[in-house]
């Protein structure tokens, strides 16, 4: 069964550090990837998604994303972090195979102190 | 534009009784709704796809008969907890993909229920 596996469960960071969070799948096949943010209160926004092409996917907010087909990652990155930052993240992949269904890591916590 | 709503918010109910939660997508026309329910610090597992005009497709383990879901129009999808127990109390979260694109969803603010 396809699986997604998100490392880091909480994240401490201080304003202008760098940010790195790791995502991996499960899948033998061809994927659709994503990262979605959650900020406290809000709904899920898509921050960035990829499809085929340059495996460096950049997104809104300075958020990009590298995908590893060797390693089935798809880990988030943004190189200064900002207080507005602090939200949940998510990864999510959607086979090929199965139109429509999205499936999620655990999510992490980012916690950006000021 | 993409924009989902979903109602009401916030619901608290006794056990033994039914509620229905909305999903409406406001800007655009939704042929497939999903969804997903979210428990406390753990990631969104997706319980029903939802077509516009025919039966809902259930995530292997949930009850059709208790998470009742209709798509009666291309813009809103109804989720109804029939007979709802406290062990239902969640975050439920719809999600819409806009007619003749599967490659996004656009996701509600999400239902919290709570079931005393």
């Known amino acids: 069964a396809q699986s997604v596996s998100q490392h880091n469960h909480h994240v401490i960071l201080s304003e202008a550090a760098s940010l790195e969070l790791g995502c991996n799948y499960s899948?033998?096949?061809?994927?659709?990837l994503f990262w979605y943010v959650q900020y406290p209160g809000q709904h899920l926004q898509l921050l960035l998604k990829y499809f085929s092409g340059d495996p460096l996917v950049k997104g809104i907010k300075g958020f990009e994303a590298e995908f590893i087909k060797s390693k089935f990652s798809f880990n988030l990155r943004k190189p200064s972090v900002q207080w507005s930052d602090t939200a949940e993240y998510f990864c999510?992949?959607?086979?090929?195979?199965?139109?429509?269904?999205?499936?999620f890591g655990q999510g992490t916590t980012l916690q950006v102190k000021p | 534009g993409a924009v989902v709503s979903q109602h009401p918010s916030r619901v608290i109910c006794k056990s033994g009784t039914s509620v229905k939660i909305e999903c409406r997508s406001l800007d655009f026309q939704a042929t497939t709704m999903f969804w997903y329910r979210q428990f406390p610090k753990k990631s969104l597992m997706l319980m029903a796809t939802?077509?516009?005009?025919?039966?809902?497709?259930?995530e292997q383990g949930v009850e059709k008969d208790k998470f009742l879901i209709n798509h009666a129009s291309l813009t809103l999808s109804t989720l109804t907890v029939t007979s709802a127990h406290p062990e239902d109390s969640s975050f439920y979260i719809c999600?819409?993909?806009?007619?003749?694109?599967?490659?996004?969803?656009?996701f509600g603010p999400g239902t919290r229920l709570t079931v005393l």
């Open positions: 999510a992949v959607k086979s090929s195979g199965n139109t429509g269904k999205l499936i």
């Open positions: 939802s077509n516009e005009g025919s039966k809902a497709t259930y």
């Open positions: 899948y033998g096949g061809t994927v659709n």
């Open positions: 999600s819409a993909e806009r007619e003749g694109r599967s490659d996004t969803q656009y």
